[in-house]
């Protein structure tokens, strides 16, 4: 959070100076309602604008947002027209001339495309236009470009173009805490999401509905069960560590499939294929797991046909390379797509959106899930697993009591 902080005073203070700016250019030299000198009521104001503009714009970059931020944004530069555009239209204008929203936008793509600013002539026969001058500031977040800041005048002025740099940076802090805040909810969803669905009740229901009914014709065959769903849910349950290993995952998928293979009998059958150099690779805790689930639920459960799962674990240089495949029903993409995008939720159990999320949140956008998938053709799902990634350690396997 400290870098944000940095960035925020770095971007708030040139904001003050052109609040002093506009306080010797704009107030009576006179002193103003106990507010202190012209220069101290102008840094009050700009504080105060800069105080209203930036709620809208922790929401993200959005029309709306736009809208609200672009009236205060444009007070605060005392410019005759503003906009605020992503990287697709203009989003909102505020003040005169809105006639070349057009003309504007089209003039943006250098901008948006290397992240530096620049000023242009406006074309304009209307007499009643005072704008003749834009000013362009892109809005960059992470590196990338989201948008830019564009304040119109009626002449070209340094002092506009230096003023207008400056609030487009303290807009970009603002978009950028936007994106922090959005990570964390999505983080913090993605938790609470696995510690509510470690375990479907329904698996937990099914799997002594299984072991019960080996009590009385085979109870050493239930005792054995009965030792696979503690170690499961111990597992499971487990309250230390946001990391597990590889191996540690594996052992615990190996009892679930255990339990699965003793209620669906000779209609499952599983391979596994692992490489032994990757089972000390770390991974986030019961990030697999969900996956085999996933690959039992689509492919057995509303059919008496069998079925078959493989799981594979390779040695990819850098990385330990995953591979969790089932002949089962599949999936339409669309709704998958849907699925991973949280535009819906799937039922039960922690989900694929779950994992790709924590995926992404521990190892970058790039380590998401990669889903082959057809109605009818199964399921392919594949994880790629850098071998050293700071900050993540696994907790190690849990002593058995």
Known sequence: MSGFLAGLCVAVLPLLAAGFWLGRRTARPERLGGLGTPVEHATFQTLHTASLAAPPLRAGLTEETARKAARRLRSLLGTDALCLTDRETVLAWDGAGEHHREEVFQRLAGPLETGRGEAFRLTCDAP???????????????????????????????????????????????????????SRTRLIEAEIKALRAQISPHFIFNSLAVIASFVRTDPERARELLLEFADFTRYSFRRHGDFTTLADELHAIDHYLALVRARFGDRLTVTLQIAPEVLPVALPFLCLQPLVENA????????????????????????????????????DPELLRRILAGEISPSGGIGLSNVDDRLRQVYGDDHGLVIETAPGAGMKITIRLPKYQPGVHSAGRLPRP
């Open 128 to 182: 009643d236009c005072p704008l003749r001058w834009a000013v362009v500031a892109p809005l960059t977040v992470d590196d990338r470009v989201h948008g830019a800041l564009v304040a119109c005048a009626p002449r070209e002025s340094a002092v506009l173009v230096r003023a207008a740099g400056e609030v487009a940076r303290w807009v970009s802090v603002q978009l950028e805490l936007a994106d922090l805040d959005r």
């Open 296 to 331: 039992v639920k689509h492919g057995l459960e509303g059919t008496t046909d069998q079925r078959h799962i493989g799981i594979t674990a390779q040695d990819a240089g850098a990385e330990a390379l995953v591979v969790i495949e089932d002949d089962g029903a599949g999936m």
